[in-house]
């Protein structure tokens, strides 16, 4: 993977294997609290805490990422006639945010009425997210894994128990952007975050969504979270904590979980949730 392969994989929100990044770069990155840690089994992959905070450090440390403020605000033909290459950094053509449903969820999409039910193996990809409407009544559940995300049907049970028979919407922040933060601040709705159960999910919570949600936004917690967290990774809790460590919550519940955390001194990935 090319250098700039991987930084345009970590500003998108995406996760990737920490094998792709040059080992000087990967230090400094974790060293700076810019990135996260995730073991599944025997693989370790590496996602972006904030994007917007990794984009600004690169482009204030290293000359040659300063395209990416040229990026940021011009398309793709201004990146063009600004440097002579388009391909340099992705610039996103094509901005909103993806949806998936296990259940039909009646939408309005420019006006227009708009089923959301994609096909097995599929989600739909919102791009005028603007005009994009649901009823008041479904909640909006935010999935920070794709694998979660992608997989939504193989986890029914886990958000039926928690959630109820409640209407629900699946979003994700992948491509990683403001967008959805955006229209979840635009709408009524209850949301709903699905995150990693570790110290840098919880942090994304608050970050991304908590803060400009209010009440509006709660962490979701099943009951079996505590038994989970204490087989889960000290590797990530470790990796965590310098930059994460002294994280807290006003929420009761999201506190006994941060307290969990830190009891075992482990974390858990939500991948662990898909019904296999």
Not at 125 to 150: A, L
Request: net charge neutral; charged share 25%; glycine share 8%.
């Amino acid at each position: 993977m090319t250098e700039s392969n991987y930084i345009n994989a970590l500003l998108a929100g995406d996760k990737i294997a920490s094998s792709r990044i040059p080992k000087a770069m990967l230090e400094t990155l974790l060293s700076e609290g810019l990135i996260t840690v995730n073991v599944h089994g025997s693989r370790k992959s590496v996602r972006a805490l904030d994007a917007s905070r990794l984009k600004q450090f690169l482009i204030d440390n290293d000359e040659k990422f300063k395209i990416l403020d040229v990026a940021g605000k011009n398309s793709r033909a201004d990146l063009a006639s600004s440097t002579g290459n388009s391909k340099l950094v992705a610039v996103r053509s094509c901005p909103g945010f993806p949806v998936n449903s296990y259940e039909p969820i009646g939408c309005k999409l420019n006006g227009k009425a708009f089923v959301v039910y994609p096909a097995d193996g599929s989600f739909t990809f919102i791009c005028d997210w603007q005009s994009f409407s649901v009823p008041e009544d479904v909640i909006v559940v935010g999935i920070e894994n794709v694998e979660n995300f992608r997989q939504v049907k193989r986890q029914k049970y886990l958000f039926e128990a928690c959630l109820g028979g409640n209407k629900l919407l699946f979003v994700s922040r992948y491509p990683q952007s403001t967008d959805l933060r955006e229209w979840l601040k635009s709408i009524p709705n209850r949301y709903v975050h699905f995150g990693d159960f570790d110290l840098a999910g919880i942090k994304i919570f608050h970050t991304e969504y908590e803060r400009h949600l209010g009440e509006r936004a709660s962490f979701l917690i099943p009951s079996d979270i505590e038994e989970r967290i204490k087989n889960g990774s000290s590797k990530r809790y470790d990796d965590q904590f310098s930059h994460s460590g002294n994280i807290s919550s006003k929420d009761p519940g999201v506190q006994a979980l941060i307290d969990i955390i830190n009891k075992y001194r482990k974390g858990y990935d939500q991948e662990g949730y898909i019904d296999l």
